[in-house]
């Protein structure tokens, strides 16, 4: 006999005759403690988001490629990873062009073993999109996709995420409700820069991913 | 102050008792332990102030596990049918034996040299470091706390914070010793260090190696949770993935892990929810340019069914794993985990390691608690813990012949002599006629009583009956006023 | 090892038991009460128990204090014997015959009866509606005088400060540990001190105290230090195997502190200048 069907038998013997028992999902008890009128839904991201060490900057449609050079320029970072396909990506590469820009852009345009070495060693930087924003938790959803591949969020020491205000759910549960279906093949919650509190419970940013997050919270309303 | 550290090899579950008394000399372990417990229960309070919000949620996470018990069987199939038609493969092992074949076995079919391994309690319960070891493949740890003590070659203390029994400078001195650095207890640079050499490591890995916190069986995901990021590198990183995990972590659907999400990060450290959630449904697709391009599920039993077989021990397998029954126990908080030399510690490792390890394995376990209740009392899916030791105990004392057998181990405490005194004390408390000879005498021969009374008087001065015993003066009193 | 050993018959998967609403009580204050003294109270803090007497009779209430009574099984329950914590529990339940309150001088004999013995008589249907019954009808003494006398204690006593020890069945099976403090909140002269890690339990535990002497040593030893840091002169709780095993470490250690059974602590703070009004 396998070990599965071993498994198996076992515990559907000690369930011989019972009936599963009643899904007991109550939507309420996760959704409503957790909501917010439109405009504390900015607030409370923002705050909560802040209190982990992100920084959160309000910004427009107009003018968030601009921020992005900026804060980069203050960090003296001169260059970033982002995905030339997606809106965001050609957006900040027009700005970036437009403006003169000495900020290089990098693409993530190759499977990860043609390139690791770079990506671990010399990106300082990376932007992405993100699906959706978490109000009652501070968090961004985010999606890897092949423009924006999973280590794109992960690997460089500061990740700039771009979020759309629209985009904020009051909580996880109704975040939820709009997520892809099938579920990709990962799907991230992100909610601050990688920090530990393994040693004498003092926190420290930075541990394995990112050691700052960035959030640009587009006032698309 | 010296920290008499208990060396890991030495420590086994059948030294309960003695590991205890060493543990409690050492004051640096005392002090350690005790502020961050503390600190633990005041952050947990702070992140669920409401009481109706969180009594609510925890029934609803009761019940949630209970239902995905109700169908476990059915839900594990679900599981696997949909992880491998997402290209996920499944594993089944009935023991850790068989666990770590499996897991070896996929190491070898890729030749590989160096596993870079998530935290996970499932691979402690697997012993896979030094099983990957002996075959050869160096099997390092990259949470932040196994990391330590796994320099240290020690066991985790905590299931949530392996190392949270060390403080910045215990660990600073290891870090000068095993790692050549100048020595520091800045714990930023501490965690600097680390960093830098993990994530050379994170690059080379050939495989790696994570834990589930829940597996969703209706979208057939793998979701994990962590802070640090390791999680995150050892899944994607590396070209495999092996996650292994207790078949007792399936869930129903997606939706069941929102509030059992809340309930975890809250209990377990006072997050509203943890830096990352990373829900992994498939492997690298033909189009993704990183990722594992195999993943696969190794669900694990290790006595599981055993605990399953009877519906009292089965709400054992409810648990989460956010560590709050250990935080708030006042047993851990004081002997710390190793002295457990199990390696799930503290009110869980009490309930979970007789099932893992058997009774025979572990015979002090269910008798190391007061059954003051303060686990029960938090414990975000409501196991009753304190019901779970005492009805442990029952089959600890039981006739390891007596029938039916529910447990490995059966009667690993039995005592004829004991039973026999027990059958005596019940006989002289349910004979009123005994029971108040016997107490008359207890009060009169009050003075005799020797200044020795066994354990008792270790730690108190011997007791002395009273005078007269209440009976007496109560019948005397009432006769008196009627 | 191989785990197939079990042979346990097929059986429903459990859900926690419901979330208790906030007990009810009767509204008016009983004639006839019975008094379960306890085997500690019994053998070992007698004058507790005939204080609680006292404190009961001054509200007018008729004490019954059945002859038969002993322990009420829990130490051999919490040792593993539940067919001998059974046997005793059973000659227990044959002595309240009439259908009067039962006030327990300690919240874990009282919380035995109220949470445990359900659980012992849950496969014998006949004596498990008379378990329930009894259930019911358990006090604790504290939250009797509180809650069912609605006692108000006029404090004649000079000022003291006081450190509570509160039992962890009384807060975690009973749901009484706020009702000393109200009581000894009421008295004027009473100032009540808050004590180091209050909450947590004094390594009694029963047979627990003696098959781990270093751990429950160790418990104990914190709790004794933290009521005499509190700086209180008297130490008082509602729980004599709590008392039992602090008073013997107090002695145990030198501290110059004993603790008192609250309804002790009670009477002589209130009895001075009252007569009990029968």
Redesign the interface.
């Known amino acids: 006999m396998?070990?599965?069907d071993?498994?198996?038998a076992?515990?559907?013997?000690?369930?011989?005759?019972?009936?599963?028992?009643?899904?007991?999902?109550?939507?309420s008890?996760?959704d409503k403690?957790w909501r917010y009128k439109p405009e504390e839904r900015i607030t409370r991201l923002k705050e909560?988001m802040t209190a982990?060490h992100s920084e959160v900057h309000l910004t427009s449609s107009q003018a968030w490629p601009a921020l992005v050079c900026k804060l980069l320029a203050e960090r003296a970072i001169n260059k970033l990873l982002v995905a030339p396909t997606t809106a965001h990506g050609k957006a900040l590469a027009n700005y970036c062009k437009n403006e003169n820009s000495a900020l290089k852009l990098l693409a993530?345009?190759?499977?990860?073993e043609e390139w690791?070495?770079e990506l671990?060693d010399e990106v300082p930087a990376s932007f992405t999109g993100t699906l959706a924003g978490i109000a009652?938790?501070?968090?961004l959803v985010v999606q890897?996709?092949?423009a924006e591949?999973?280590?794109m969020s992960?690997?460089p020491p500061l990740h700039i995420a771009l979020l759309k205000a629209s985009q904020i759910y009051d909580n996880?549960?109704q975040a939820?409700q709009h997520?892809p279906k099938?579920?990709?093949?990962?799907?991230?919650?992100?909610?601050?820069?990688?920090?530990?509190?393994?040693?004498?419970?003092?926190l420290?940013y930075?541990?394995?991913?990112?050691k700052d997050l960035i959030v640009l919270l587009v006032d698309d309303a | 102050m010296s920290s008499q550290r208990i060396p890991t090899l030495d420590v086994t579950a059948q030294k309960l008792k003695s590991n205890a008394r060493l543990s409690l000399k050492d004051q640096q372990l005392r002090t350690n332990m005790r502020s961050a417990m503390d600190s633990l229960i005041s952050k947990r309070l702070i992140s669920m102030p409401d009481e109706d919000e969180r009594e609510n949620l925890r029934e609803l996470g009761n019940k949630i596990k209970a239902r995905a018990l109700s169908q476990l069987p059915d839900l594990l199939e679900q599981l696997e049918s949909n992880l491998t038609k997402q290209g996920i493969q499944v594993h089944w092992a009935s023991t850790t034996e068989e666990a770590n074949a499996i897991v070896l076995n996929i190491a070898q079919a890729r030749n590989a040299k160096q596993v870079i391994k998530g935290k996970s309690m499932v691979s402690e319960e697997m012993a896979m470091n030094e099983h990957l070891t002996e075959h050869g493949i160096e099997a390092l740890e990259s949470d932040m706390g196994e990391y330590i003590i796994q320099l240290d070659n020690e066991k985790p203390t905590h299931i949530i914070m392996p190392a949270i029994h060390k403080n910045a400078q215990q660990v600073g001195k290891l870090f000068e010793s095993r790692l050549a650095l100048p020595y520091t207890d800045d714990v930023d640079s501490l965690i600097q260090s680390a960093r830098s050499i993990l994530r050379e490591k994170f690059f080379q890995a050939d495989i790696g190696i994570s834990g589930v916190n829940f597996a969703v069986a209706e979208t057939g995901t793998l979701l994990l949770v962590e802070n640090e990021g390791n999680g995150r590198m050892s899944t994607s990183v590396p070209p495999v993935h092996i996650a292994v995990t207790g078949i007792e972590k399936v869930v129903a659907n997606l939706q069941d892990t929102v509030p059992l999400l809340s309930l975890l990060t809250r209990s377990a450290l006072g997050q509203g929810i943890t830096t990352y959630v990373n829900m992994i449904s498939a492997p690298r697709q033909p189009d993704e340019l990183d990722g594992p391009e195999e993943v696969h599920l190794v669900l694990l039993d290790n006595g599981r069914s055993q605990a399953f077989a009877d519906s009292e021990l089965r709400q054992t397998l409810n648990c989460i794993r956010c560590g709050a029954c250990m935080n708030h126990c006042p047993v851990y908080t004081r002997i710390g985990g190793q002295a457990y030399g199990t390696v799930y510690p503290g009110p869980i490792g009490k309930i979970i390691s007789p099932h893992l390890l058997g009774l025979e394995n572990t015979p002090d376990h269910p008798s190391a608690s007061s059954l003051c209740g303060a686990c029960g009392e938090v414990c975000p899916v409501k196991i009753p813990i304190p019901a779970l030791l005492r009805r442990l105990r029952e089959e600890n004392v039981k006739s390891p012949k007596q029938q039916p057998q529910i447990m490995a181990g059966q009667g690993s405490r039995y005592s004829a002599k004991e039973r026999l005194l027990w059958k005596g004390w019940q006989y002289f408390n349910s004979q009123p006629l005994l029971y108040k000879t016997g107490t008359f005498l207890a009060t009169r021969l009050g003075k005799f009583t020797p200044n020795k009374l066994g354990p008792w008087t270790q730690n108190h001065s011997a007791p002395k009956p009273a005078k007269h015993s209440l009976h007496e003066l109560a019948k005397k009193h009432l006769e008196k006023k009627s | 090892m191989s785990h197939l050993y079990y042979n346990a018959a097929p059986q429903e998967t459990r859900v926690a038991k419901p979330r208790k609403a906030p007990r009810s009580y009767p509204t008016h204050k009983p004639t006839h009460i019975y008094l379960y003294g306890t085997c500690v109270v019994d053998l070992f803090f007698p004058e507790a128990g005939m204080d609680a007497i006292h404190l009961l009779e001054r509200e007018g209430i008729q004490v019954n204090f059945p002859q038969a009574q002993s322990c009420c099984g829990q130490p051999a329950y919490t040792s593993g014997y539940s067919q001998q914590a059974k046997d005793v529990a059973r000659s227990q339940l044959a002595l309240f015959t009439e259908n009067w309150p039962v006030v327990v001088c300690s919240g874990s004999c009282a919380g035995m009866f109220r949470e445990h013995y359900p659980d012992l008589f849950k496969d014998e249907p006949e004596t498990l509606t008379q378990v329930n019954a009894l259930a019911e009808r358990t006090y604790e003494l504290s939250e009797f005088l509180l809650k069912v006398c609605k006692v108000e204690l006029i404090d004649q006593g000079e000022a003291t400060q006081v450190a509570l020890h509160t039992s962890c069945s009384a807060r975690r099976e009973m749901n009484t540990h706020l009702h000393a403090r109200e009581l000894l909140n009421q008295l004027a002269q009473v100032e009540r001190l808050d004590h180091d890690h209050e909450s947590e339990c004094c390594g009694f535990g029963g047979t627990f105290s003696v098959r781990m002497p270093d751990i429950s040593g160790a418990m104990v030893a914190d709790k004794t230090q933290a009521l005499q840091a509190s700086g209180a002169q008297q130490v008082v709780s509602a729980d004599c195997g709590c008392l039992l095993n602090i008073n013997g470490a107090f002695e145990k250690q030198n501290i110059p502190l004993l603790g008192q059974h609250l309804a002790s602590f009670l009477w002589q703070r209130t009895q001075a200048k009252q007569e009990p009004n029968t």
Request: glycine share 6%; no cysteine.
């Open positions: 396998s070990a599965r071993k498994i198996l076992s515990l559907r013997q000690s369930l011989e005759g019972t009936q599963p028992l009643a899904n007991p999902f109550d939507a008890l996760v403690p909560l982990v993530y345009d190759r499977p990860i690791k070495r671990f009652a938790t501070g968090t890897p996709s092949p591949p999973r280590l992960l690997v996880l549960y939820q997520w099938p579920m990709p093949s990962n799907l991230l919650l992100i909610s601050g820069p990688s920090k530990t509190a393994d040693i004498e419970q003092v420290a930075g541990a394995h991913g990112p």
